[in-house]
C-alpha cells in the first residue's frame, strides 16, 4: 500500500545571497530552525529577525527579503527493501526553486501553482540531504530587455505566482518565497494513482434520475509485468477493471438511480448530499491493495444560459435546470501568507459569506487556487465557486516556456478541483480584456502577444479535455465576443468601478448589467483592527501609518468626494471613522436593490469583496482581523432571498419585490408616509403575489410617493415575509434629523453553548436611522447580531453580544453607539469623547 510521511519538521533556512545592511540581518542569526509549510517572511517573524510587516510602516523596511536569495534545507534517512519506489512530493514551491539532492540539482521550478514530484529510488537506504534554493521572484521581470519590461509593465507578467504579492490596491507587497504547501515522501510498489477525473452529470426526467460518473484514473507503474485492477466504488455502485501492461489509464462511466434527495444544491434551493468516490488499485495476482483515494463528490448539472435575447447577452446560471439568481462575493487570499489559512479559518470567512446570505463565491484571479479545504468548505455549504484561472490586470507574454508552464498548472488545477459540485465556471482572467479595450496597452505593446492566446485557445481547450461539462467563460468583465466591448453592460458580465473612482454610487442607478462582477466601495477597518496595527500619534486620516493601510490611489480623496453629497467629511478622527464605513455600507444597499430591483434583466451580483488579507482601508465588508464591517450588515440585509426595496420607476417610486426562493411568495404590504414624530401622513396597502425566481414591481400612488416636507418626513414599507423597505426625499444633509432621545437596557444571559452573552435595548424617543452598537470598542473579541438599526419614535432594538464584555454598563454601551444624525454638523463630536490618538 502506498504509504506518506509529511516532512514538517527539521527543516533549516539559511540566505544565499547576503542582504545589504538595511536588513539588519547578520550571520550569527542563521540559520534558522523552521517547519514547513511555511515562508520566509513568516519564518523570520517567528525568529524574532523582523518586525510584523501588517504593523505600522514596517512592510517598507522589509523588501530586501523579496529581493533575497533563500535555502531551506533538512537529511532525509531512507530505506530500503519495503517499497520498490520512492518519491519526494512538494505541493507547492514558491516559486523559482532549484532542488538538490546531496548538493545534485534534482529539479528546477517556475511555478507556484504546481505540485512537483522526484524520485528517490536512486538513494534507497541512504541518509540524503535535501536543499531547496529560492531566487528572487523579481529575476524574471529584472532579466527581461528594457523593451519587454516597458510593454508589459509589471513583475507578475514573467512569473507563475500570486499576482498580489507584489501589491495591490489593498494590499502590501510582500514578495514571498518558501515551501508554502505540504512536503511528503511517498512510497509505493507496483503502481500508483497519479490522476483521478471524475466528470459527474445528471439526466433528469421528472422524477426519473439517473447520476452518472464518467471517472478517468490514470497510473504511474513500474516495468513489471503484474496484472494490475482498478475498482471503484460511487453511491453504492462497485466496478473493477483490469488494466493491461501497456496501459497508463482506465474509463469507467458509472450510472447510479438517484432519487431528488440526492441531488446537490446551491444553498437555499436545497440540501447538499456528498458521496464517496473510492478509488483502489489492487495487485491482481496477491489481491493487495496497492494504492487507494476518497474524493467527494456531488451529483448536479451547472450551465450559463447566454440565449441572446431582446435586452443583449444574459449571464444566467442553471443548477438542475433551475436558473439560479447569483449573490455572491469575490475572494482573495486571506493572508498574504497563504500558507497560514488553515480550515477553520476558511470555515469562519466563508460562514461569514453564508450568514449574509450569499450563495457564490468568485475566487479572482490575481491570488490562487485555492486549498482543497476551501473547496470541500464550498460543497458543503452550498455555495458555488466562479474560479479564475491566475491572470490578473496585466499582459502576459505567449512565450512556449511561459505557454508550457501556464498549460501544466491548468491541467493540474482543473484535474484536482474539477471533483467540486459547488464549481460552476471557469474563468479566463481577471480585467485582461478590459486592459486590452480601456487602457493603454495597445501602444505600449506594439503587437506583442498579450495573453488572448492562453483566454481563447489554450485554457478553454485544457477544460474542455479534462472537464468536458464545464463552464469556461474568457474573462471577467467579457462581453462574449472580442468584437463587442468587454465591459458592454448589455452582454455578458460587468465590472462596475466608475462609481468608486470618480462619479459617486448615485451613478450605480444608470447602469443596468446583466450580471455585475465586481462593484463594492471602501471603508477603513474596524476601530480595534485599525489601532491594533498602525500606533501613529495622533492618529489622522492622513496620518503616516493610516495612509500606508490605504493602497488605493487617491484612496482618501475617493472616500472623501463620495461622502460629499451626504455629510461634510468630519474632522474628528473617530467621527470620520464611522462616517467612511456608514458610507460604504450605504453604498452596497443602494447598488445592490438597484440591480437586483432590475430582475429578470440582472441575475446576479458579486459584490467587490468578502475578506481581507491584512489590515487596510479596503472593500471588504469583513477586515483583515475577521470583523464584519458595517457594510456586512447591509450586504445581510440586501442579500435576503427575498427582498423587498422602494426603488424610482419614471415620474414615481415604485415598491420592487424580488423572489430568490424556489417557493411563491405572497402577502399584503403596507407603505407609508410618515413624519419624523412617526405620525402617518398617508398609507397604501397592496395585496401580492411573487412567483419563486421572479419580481414584481408595485407603483405607488402620488399620497405615498410626494412628500410635503421632504426633509422631515420618509416612507416605510412593512411587507409580509421581508425586512421593512425605506425611502428617503432628500440627502442626509438636507434631513432634519432630530435628537434621538436613545435610552439603553443591558441584560446579561449565560445561554448554553453561547459563551457569554448579553443583550441590549435601545428604545427611540424619535427617529434614529443606521443605529449601531460597534462590538469591539466593548471588548477585543465581541461580536454582535446587528447594525444599521432604523427605529421610529417609540420603537425598540435588540442587539445580541457575545464574549465577554470588558466593562458592562450602559455607559459603556451609549460610548459605542453611532448613528447617521451624528455627522449632522450640529452633532459631530458629541459622541465617544475618544481621544484622536
Known amino acids: 500500500m502506498l504509504h506518506r510521511t509529511l516532512l514538517a519538521d527539521s527543516w533549516s533556512l539559511d540566505v544565499l545571497s547576503p542582504p545589504g545592511e538595511e536588513s539588519g540581518l547578520t550571520p550569527d542569526r542563521l540559520p534558522l530552525t523552521v517547519t514547513v509549510p511555511g515562508s520566509v517572511h513568516t519564518d523570520l517573524l517567528a525568529a524574532g529577525v523582523i518586525p510584523d510587516p501588517y504593523l505600522d510602516l514596517n512592510e517598507l523596511d522589509l523588501a530586501w527579503i523579496g529581493r533575497t536569495s533563500w535555502v531551506y534545507r533538512r537529511t532525509l534517512s531512507l530505506s530500503e527493501g519495503l517499497h520498490t519506489h520512492t518519491d519526494l512530493v512538494f505541493e507547492g514551491l514558491d516559486t523559482l526553486a532549484t532542488i538538490a539532492i546531496d548538493g545534485d540539482v534534482a529539479s528546477m521550478t517556475a511555478n507556484m501553482f504546481r505540485t512537483y514530484r522526484l524520485s528517490l529510488d536512486a538513494y534507497a537506504g541512504r541518509t540524503i540531504e535535501i536543499a531547496v534554493t529560492f531566487d528572487s521572484a523579481w529575476r524574471p521581470f529584472d532579466q527581461a530587455s528594457d523593451d519587454d519590461r516597458a510593454a508589459y509593465g509589471a513583475a507578475p507578467s514573467f512569473i507563475r505566482k500570486m499576482a498580489c504579492n507584489f501589491g495591490w490596491d489593498w494590499g502590501p507587497a510582500l514578495v514571498t518565497a518558501g515551501i508554502w504547501r505540504p512536503v511528503w515522501v511517498e512510497t509505493w510498489s507496483a503502481a500508483r494513482l497519479a490522476d483521478i477525473r471524475p466528470s459527474v452529470t445528471v439526466d433528469i426526467e421528472e422524477d426519473d434520475i439517473v447520476g452518472r460518473v464518467n471517472l478517468t484514473v490514470k497510473l504511474e507503474r513500474d516495468r513489471a509485468e503484474r496484472p494490475i485492477a482498478v475498482e471503484i466504488e460511487v453511491a453504492g455502485r462497485t466496478e473493477t477493471a483490469r488494466i493491461a501492461a501497456s496501459s497508463p489509464a482506465v474509463v469507467f462511466d458509472t450510472t447510479v438511480p438517484l432519487a431528488p434527495s440526492d441531488l446537490w444544491w446551491p444553498r437555499g434551493y436545497g440540501e447538499q448530499p456528498l458521496h464517496d468516490l473510492v478509488v483502489r488499485v489492487r495487485d491482481e495476482g496477491s489481491g493487495d491493495v496497492l494504492d487507494e483515494a476518497v474524493r467527494r463528490i456531488g451529483f448536479r448539472n451547472s450551465t450559463v444560459d447566454m440565449t441572446p435575447d431582446a435586452d443583449g447577452t444574459p449571464f444566467v446560471f442553471v443548477v438542475n ?27 469562519e470567512r466563508l460562514a461569514a459569506a453564508v450568514e449574509a446570505n450569499a450563495n457564490m463565491i468568485r475566487v479572482w484571479g490575481g491570488g490562487l487556487y485555492e486549498s482543497d479545504d476551501f ?15 491566475a491572470f490578473a490586470c496585466a499582459p502576459y507574454p505567449e512565450t512556449q516556456e511561459l505557454r508550457d508552464e501556464i498549460e501544466a498548472e491548468a491541467r493540474e488545477n482543473v484535474t484536482r478541483l474539477m471533483r467540486h459540485p459547488s464549481l460552476v465556471l471557469w474563468n479566463g482572467n481577471n480585467e485582461n480584456w478590459l486592459g486590452w479595450d480601456d487602457w493603454d496597452w495597445k501602444p505600449r505593446l506594439a503587437g506583442r502577444p498579450w495573453g488572448e492566446g492562453y483566454y481563447l485557445d489554450l485554457l478553454p481547450r485544457v477544460v474542455a479535455e479534462l472537464h468536458p461539462n464545464a463552464t469556461y467563460w474568457p474573462g471577467s468583465p467579457y462581453s462574449g465576443s472580442p468584437d463587442v466591448y468587454s465591459n458592454d453592460r448589455s452582454h455578458g458580465v460587468v465590472h462596475l468601478w466608475d462609481a468608486w473612482n470618480s462619479e459617486g454610487y448615485a451613478v450605480f442607478r444608470q447602469d443596468r448589467p446583466r450580471f455585475a462582477s465586481e462593484f463594492g466601495w471602501q471603508a477603513p477597518p474596524a476601530w480595534r483592527t485599525l489601532t491594533d496595527a498602525v500606533h501613529d500619534d495622533p492618529m489622522t486620516p492622513t496620518s503616516p501609518g493610516v495612509l500606508h493601510h490605504q493602497k488605493a490611489i487617491d484612496g482618501n480623496g475617493k472616500l472623501s468626494r463620495g461622502l460629499a453629497p451626504y455629510f461634510d467629511e468630519p474632522t474628528d478622527m473617530a467621527d470620520w471613522h464611522w462616517a467612511m464605513q456608514l458610507n460604504q455600507a450605504r453604498a452596497i444597499r443602494f447598488s445592490v436593490e438597484h440591480f437586483r430591483s432590475l430582475r429578470p434583466l440582472n441575475m446576479g451580483v458579486i459584490l467587490w469583496q468578502l475578506n481581507d488579507c491584512w489590515p487596510v482601508a479596503s472593500w471588504a465588508v469583513v477586515d483583515g482581523a475577521g470583523r464584519r464591517r458595517p457594510g456586512w450588515f447591509a450586504t445581510r440585509d440586501v442579500y435576503a432571498p427575498r427582498l423587498a426595496t422602494i426603488q424610482p420607476r419614471g415620474d414615481g417610486l415604485a ?3 424580488v423572489n430568490d426562493t424556489a417557493v411563491q411568495w405572497s402577502g399584503q404590504a403596507h407603505i407609508r408616509r410618515v413624519g419624523l414624530d412617526g405620525e402617518q401622513r398617508a398609507i397604501e396597502s397592496v395585496d401580492f403575489v411573487t412567483a419563486a425566481g421572479d419580481a414584481t414591481e408595485i407603483s405607488l400612488g402620488e399620497a405615498v410617493s410626494r412628500a410635503a416636507q421632504p426633509d422631515a418626513e420618509l416612507l416605510v414599507a412593512d411587507i409580509d415575509g421581508a425586512e421593512r423597505a425605506w425611502w428617503y426625499y432628500v440627502s442626509d444633509r438636507d434631513f432634519a434629523y432630530p435628537d434621538p432621545g436613545l435610552s439603553v437596557q443591558l441584560i446579561e444571559r449565560l445561554p448554553e453553548n453561547e459563551g457569554v452573552l448579553t443583550e441590549v435595548v435601545v428604545r427611540a424617543e424619535n427617529f434614529v436611522r443606521d443605529l449601531t452598537i460597534h462590538p469591539d470598542r466593548l471588548g477585543e473579541h465581541v461580536t454582535v447580531d446587528r447594525m444599521l438599526v432604523t427605529l421610529l419614535p417609540g420603537e425598540t432594538g435588540v442587539f445580541r453580544f457575545t464574549g465577554v464584555i470588558a466593562a458592562a454598563s450602559e455607559e459603556a454601551v451609549v460610548a459605542a453607539i453611532r448613528h447617521a444624525g451624528d455627522l449632522v ?13
Open 321 to 347: 435546470g433551475t436558473p439560479i439568481p447569483i449573490r455572491g462575493f469575490n475572494w482573495i487570499p486571506d493572508d498574504c501568507f497563504p500558507h497560514r489559512v488553515d480550515r477553520t479559518r476558511i470555515d
Open 655 to 657: 415598491l420592487i419585490l
Open 825 to 837: 454638523e450640529r452633532r459631530v463630536g458629541e459622541k465617544f469623547g475618544v481621544p484622536s490618538s
Open 375 to 389: 473547496y470541500d468548505a464550498c460543497d458543503e455549504l452550498g455555495l458555488l465557486v466562479w474560479q479564475d484561472f
